[in-house]
């Protein structure tokens, strides 16, 4: 019995420390709601360094990884939360502008 407890605690110490140190993907494809426009890839990890976690994820708690965006921010207008397409070019587009660094034009972040 002594060896099953002392296991399963081996193992969920490992499985704890692979979230906490697991990093940010490096690429990230925002194409779940794209009908009309090519999906948008960023480079999440440059982002990553640059921004806490928290100025995208801001509903994150810190605890575990982050949510999708889309978790909460769908392709159609559910709850309070705005609805994607309108949630990212508010976010990154609004960003971009304000730090006149990055993609403001639709065809830079939709390319083909």
Do not use: Y
Not at 1 to 12: E, I, N
Not at 30 to 40: E, F, I, S
Not at 71 to 76: F, N, S
Not at 94 to 108: D, I, V
Request: aromatic share 8%; glycine share 6%.
């Amino acid at each position: 019995m002594r060896k099953l407890v002392s296991s399963l605690v081996a193992f969920a110490f490992v499985v704890v420390a692979a979230v906490a140190f697991a990093e940010a993907p490096t690429i990230v494809k925002l194409d779940k709601c794209q009908k009309r426009k090519p999906a948008v890839t960023f480079n999440h990890q440059m982002h990553s360094k640059k921004f806490e976690c928290k100025t995208c994820h801001h509903k994150w708690n810190g605890q575990g990884n982050p949510h999708s965006c889309f978790k909460c921010h769908g392709c159609k207008k559910k709850g309070e939360a705005p609805k994607a397409m309108k949630a990212f070019h508010k976010r990154c587009k609004g960003c971009h502008r304000a730090k006149h660094a990055g993609p403001t034009r639709c065809n830079q972040c939709h390319k083909k």
